[in-house]
């Protein structure tokens, strides 16, 4: 096991949050888009995250593990919500309007957007508090004498 390891899984958990982040922004951007490239309203997106499976922590201290590969985690898959069911909005004048009047609009939530952007934010700044740590306790170890 690496010295680096609990750098190398807080990189993880960084690279995951920012991707997170990414797929957020693209919600929010795309909250009013009522015509994608198949014809229908954007639909909202999410990310599913996987660990990565290192060794055992019984197994670190004992001695068995000789595996340089590190915990933490990545990205599984992005998945389209298909739950939420699209708004349906009064609007005549609207080039996407059906015979009735109606356009279908994202089942994007603003707000939960919001909400979840601020989590990823938290998530993203405790993955660099955890690695300004290590970096302090790997600091320290040099200086013993």
């Known amino acids: 096991m690496s010295i680096f390891s609990s750098i190398n899984t807080g990189a993880s958990g960084l690279t995951a949050q920012r991707f997170r982040m990414d797929i957020i922004s693209k919600n929010i951007a795309n909250a009013n888009t009522t ?3 198949n014809g229908m309203p954007y639909r909202r997106q999410s990310v599913v995250f996987k660990e990565v499976n290192g060794p055992s922590f019984s197994d670190v201290l004992s001695g068995k593990s000789k595996s340089s590969s590190n915990n933490g985690v990545e990205i599984s898959a992005v998945k ?5 069911p699209f708004k349906e909005v009064y609007d005549p004048g609207h080039p996407d309007a059906n015979e009735k009047g109606y356009v279908l609009m994202p089942n994007v939530n603003v707000v939960t957007e919001m909400v979840n952007m601020i989590s990823a934010t938290r998530s993203y700044e ?10 302090a306790m790997l600091n320290k170890a040099l200086e013993i004498k």
């Not at 389209?80 to 939420?84: I, K, L, P, S, V």
């Not at 405790?126 to 970096?135: D, F, L």
Request: hydrophobic share 40%; no cysteine.
């Open 126 to 135: 405790a993955n660099v508090t955890m690695i300004n740590a290590s970096k």
């Open 35 to 37: 015509r994608t490239a």
């Open 80 to 84: 389209e919500d298909m739950t939420n």
